[in-house]
């Protein structure tokens, strides 16, 4: 029961109370590779990522065939910029299961290149394995739609894209549905008038701080925008896509919205401040530094409840051209974004997107900072100071040198972009595609 508890806590991000729980275990079991697997976990997704390593590799060592910790020792290695151990891992994985897909496409995540034509072959055949998962077939596609893409076979690569966001989204589709609704039904109808009550106690050195949060749409240099700031600042501790506000949310909402006898011409968002604040000191207050930066991007929603309780917030919207955005949304793996996988579906998300950051930008002009794209790869010394001053930050001088910081991790599809040097923003890149909106 303590066990399931654990892993109970680590989906509700609640990393204090999962850490005691399986730190207990281990006191009475020192090799317990389920509670060391789940420590790696913990640090993983608090991206600790040079510590999740030390725990995925502890395992390893005690299990050295098993693929589940191996593949994650994959992904951390990959986020800390270990790309070739990272890759010998992947490969390790397909030599002990040849229809290990995930590790394909973790290979494809460090490079199309590393899909090779043996590889290629391999996966047409998996393909029409009936005994494949929906969402494994999903993964195949879109490796096929990278592999188009790359010789320029742009009707191909829809196709396969198509399939891609088909299965992915049939997949999990009692989530993509329950989140399709609550953005669609819940969030964008109750975001201006959140009833509060139960008036928390703020604590000083946690809720006054001025914190970070990244917002917008996905593609729009975000993990630019986040990797200039820790490059620059070892006070602020990047949390990634954290999700730590929309959580504790469903905490207090979830089960009445997604209740059979849910009526939502009735409901009114309703939050209790204390119950709300205590979430985020278990989520966000027992972190190494005081300063934490979010890039949950979907915290445009939530401005609202984050300066409630962070009035010193500084908020930095990130942005692109639109139609970039939607064919940008469309090409890339995020299957845990409901709204992604159809293109009327981005379409919606971004005009509720765009209604919804203008109307807090004119009630909040101080609060939030714009970046555009285009301006930072084209502008990169003058963006940069403008938002480091912004966030009140200092400027260093070596602020491009990404390469030379050891520090620097980072788990989503922009890992590998984050580590070369700042391209200037490709206003043709796009063009093939616009026919798709």
Known sequence: MDFELGKIFIKKKLFKKALIIFNDILKKDHNNVRAIFQIGKIYYDSNDLNQSIIYFKKCNEIQPKNSNIIFNLALALQGTGKIDEAREKYNELIKINNNDIKSYYGLYSLGIENITNELYERLKKIRINKNISIFEKSLINFIFSKIEKKKKNYENEV??????????????????????????????????????????KPISKFNNNKHIFIIGLPRSGSTLVETLITHNSEKVLSLGEFHGINTSILDQVGEKIYSKNFEKKNFQLELDENIFQENLIEKYGNLKKNLFLDKSLENFFNIEIILRFFPNAKIVHTYRDYKDSIIAIYQTMMPELSWSHRIQDIRNYIKIYQEIIEYFKKKYPDKIIDVELNELTNKKEIETKKILEFCEIDFKKDFLDFDENKKLFNKTNSFLQVRKKIKKYEAEKYQPYYHLI
């Open 159 to 200: 196709n396969y894209l198509n399939l891609f966001h088909k299965q992915c989204y049939e997949a999990n589709l009692l989530f993509n549905n329950q989140s399709n609704f609550y953005y669609q039904n819940i969030i964008s109808k109750n975001y201006k008038n959140i009833k509060f009550h139960n008036k928390f």
